[in-house]
């Protein structure tokens, strides 16, 4: 589910608002960046892919004719320069095995790093990532510290100031929510 203060900002953003469409971006940064480095498992890449993104949601929100399509928007838009991020690899690779191991890695991340939840073809990835990127931000980001970046409670209790306990309790929670949104999409 989207919340009706995200669309406002998009509303405002798409009528030309610099500073709403600053306010979505920074509100974006964080998913939009973890979504990247799990398609292309390389930080580099990943930051560049997200300035494209934010370079091409700049020049095409204009044109974003539901505001509550943000997120689907936001994705096509960062998977197509993901992919990019991908051929330009190929192109640096003449043998073209780095890119076929990118492709691998992007379409089977390690069973580790996804909630139990997860489908297992691309279109269960996608509603998965879909159902975390509508958590609130702090679940979004343990949920994303957790699964993308490995860390374990008691380090993203170090980073959110809160304690180990706390934070699995909060995971459970955002886990919960997953799962209920993932459900409620499948009926």
Known sequence: MIKTGIV???????????????????????????????????????????????LDMFQGIKGLRDP???????????RNNCNRQLLKRRSMDTSGKAYEEALETAEEPERSMIPETAAIDNEGRKQLLDAIFSLNYHHCR??????????????????????????????????????????????
């Open 68 to 78: 509550m399509a943000i997120n689907p928007w936001i994705r096509n838009i960062l």
């Open 142 to 187: 343990i949920v994303s510290m957790y699964y993308f970046s490995g860390m374990s409670c008691a380090q993203i209790g170090q980073k959110t100031g809160k304690t180990a306990r706390v934070t699995a309790s909060d995971l459970h929670r955002a886990r919960q929510k997953i799962r209920s949104i993932l459900e409620s999409e499948n009926r």
């Open 8 to 54: 406002d900002i998009v509303c405002r953003a798409s009528s030309g608002d610099a500073e709403a469409f600053d306010t979505l971006c920074e509100q974006k940064t964080k998913g939009v960046f973890l979504y990247a480095k799990w398609m292309l498992n390389n930080n580099e890449d990943a930051e560049d892919a997200v300035q494209d993104t934010f």
